[in-house]
């Protein structure tokens, strides 16, 4: 599974991701996808998900 593939990363998906606000640190913040925002089948930093809490952030991590 690849966090850069759109193809590996579904609605439901249990995730980590990292916010903008958290580059710099490299903080992960982990939850359930509920969209995914990056139209492109693959992205360099991450598919972009807003998780089932809000919190918008680019996938670094896929756990189930």
Do not use: P
């Not at 966090?3 to 998906?13: A, L």
């Not at 580059?23 to 089932?52: A, D, F, P, R």
Request: avoid cysteine.
């Amino acid at each position: 599974m690849n966090e850069n593939s759109r193809h590996d990363i579904k609605i439901g998906s249990i995730v980590r991701v990292v916010q903008k606000n958290d580059q710099k640190t490299g903080k992960l913040t982990e939850g359930t996808v509920k969209e995914i925002l990056t139209k492109s089948m693959t992205h360099s930093h991450g598919i972009k998900v807003v998780l089932e809490n809000g919190i918008v952030g680019r996938v670094k991590e896929l756990l189930r």
